[in-house]
C-alpha cells in the first residue's frame, strides 16, 4: 500500500471516532484528512434509510449537524466506492452507542448528537451496544463494507485502527472498570469479525503502555481520550503498514 501523491503524503479517510481523528490534529507531514465520518455504527451506516422525526436545526455545531446528517443519509457506502483516499482507516469506538431501529427498516445511530436533533422523540426500537440485536446488525454492515470495497477496489486500502478504552488516566485516576470492560468486550468481539475478511498486518493496535487517558485532553477526562504518545504511537503504525516497507 503506497502514497498516490506525489509528495508521498497520503491521504486519509476515517470511518470511527476521535481516537483516530485526534491523531491527526498532530502536525505530522506524512498524513492529510481527506475526510471523517464518526458518531455512526456500521450497523446504521449502511443500512437501507435513517429514521424519521430527527430534526437537525436542533443542533447548533456543524460538525455535529453533519455527523448526524450522515448517519441518516447512509452517504458513507458511496464514499468508499468513489473516494480517492490512499488509505481508509476503520476503528469501532463509536459503536459504544445504541441503535435506533424503525418498523420500516431505518436505522440510526443514538449518539448525543441525535439525541440533540430529538432522536428520542422519534419512533422506534432501542437496541443496546453489544447486545445480541446490535452484533447481528453490526455484522451485516461490516459485510456490506467488505462487499462495498471488494467491488470498487478500495479492500485493499483499509487498515482498522483497533482501539481499546483505557483503565486509567496518566495521573493514576481509574476509569469505571466495569464500563470499560463492557466496552471493551464487545470491541474485542467485533474486531476478531474483522479478522475474517482483512490480514492481520491490517490491524493498528498501539502497545498497552500508551494506553492511558490524558486528564488534561482538549475534550476533557475519557476512557478514549488518550495521552499525546498513544497518538504518535498510532501514526508511526499506521506509516509503517501503508508506507510499502511492510
Known sequence: MTSGSGDGTRSVLIHGSCVTRDAFALEDERYRLADYYARSSLASAFAPRGVDGVDLARVESPFQRRMVARDQDKSFRRQLATTGADVVVVDLVDEQYDLVVSADGGVATRSLE?????????????????????????????????????????????????????????????????????????????YARMRKDLPERRFLRVPDRYLLGDPGHRWGASPVHYVEDYYRAFLDLLDDATSGRG
Open 114 to 190: 441525535f439525541l440533540h436533533a430529538g432522536g428520542d422523540a422519534t419512533t422506534g426500537t432501542r437496541v443496546e451496544s453489544g447486545s445480541p440485536d446490535f452484533l447481528v446488525r453490526w455484522e451485516a454492515g461490516w459485510a456490506d463494507f467488505v462487499e462495498t470495497a471488494t467491488a470498487h477496489g478500495r479492500l485493499g486500502r483499509v487498515v482498522v485502527h483497533e482501539a481499546r478504552w483505557a483503565h486509567a488516566s496518566a495521573d493514576g485516576t481509574t476509569f469505571d472498570h466495569a464500563r470499560v470492560e463492557a466496552a471493551n468486550r464487545t470491541l474485542t468481539y467485533l
